[in-house]
């Protein structure tokens, strides 16, 4: 009865509507504009995501090496790369994979999972040495150097990546093929999280 009353009254009934329209401000906010962009399924990246390489070789055990002799350690964190080695992929194995991916984003770590120096790695697709791109921001790629292979072979057969500075220690090897030119077009907004 009472609840009836203030009901009539409009005292239960004004909380109620705050509290809904403070959810529903609440849930708009977090699902228009932007959600981070912490993975490759963001509704924001309109573009292929990228291809790992170094999870296709570790999911295909043998099939990349070190100097063409020695299978590689490869890992979802990447491929380990010893300095003077060359680690082989051999892209044709997946190359109908590939799509509209046709530059390659590289990167060294060494063991404190630092950055390390891309501009000491040599990568080259069928022996042709891959030219520099600007930088960007591409989810699931961080701090990488970006290359093109121009003309892009209609063929690819092996993409070799060889450790050229002459540090100690062990460093990994990250590799993807991206569509450069979507990422460049379709910039990851600013405000939306980390890569």
């Known amino acids: ?10 005292v239960v009934a004004r909380p109620v509507v705050s509290v ?7 849930s708009a906010g ?3 504009g932007c959600r981070p962009w912490r993975d490759e399924s963001c509704p924001f990246a309109p573009c ?9 070789c570790r999911d295909h055990p043998g ?3 070190l100097d063409g002799v020695e299978p590689a350690n490869c890992y979802e964190g990447g491929c380990k790369l010893p300095v003077g080695k060359t680690l082989r992929v051999p892209i044709a194995l997946f190359a109908g994979e590939l799509g509209v991916r046709h530059q390659v984003a590289a990167s060294l770590w060494p063991a404190g999972n630092e950055p390390g120096d891309e501009s000491k790695l040599r990568v080259t697709l069928d022996g042709t040495l891959g030219r520099p791109l600007p930088a960007l921001d591409i989810v699931g790629i961080s701090q990488s150097r970006f290359l093109e292979f121009t003309p892009f072979a209609i063929a690819p057969m092996v993409l070799e990546l060889l450790r ?3 540090g100690n220690g062990e ?6 093929f ?6 460049q077009a379709n910039p990851k907004p600013a405000n939306c999280g980390l890569s």
Do not use: E
Not at 3 to 10: D, S
Not at 171 to 176: A, G, I
Not at 178 to 183: E, G, L, Q, R, S
């Open 1 to 10: 009865m009472r609840i009836a009353f203030m009901r009539r009254l409009g």
């Open 20 to 26: 809904a329209r403070v959810a529903l401000a609440v």
């Open 30 to 32: 977090l699902t228009s």
């Open 48 to 56: 292929a995501p990228p291809l790992h390489v170094h999870i296709w």
């Open 63 to 65: 099939k990349c090496t």
């Open 164 to 166: 050229q500075d002459f």
């Open 171 to 176: 460093n990994w090897c990250r590799v993807s």
């Open 178 to 183: 991206v569509d450069y030119a979507c990422h």
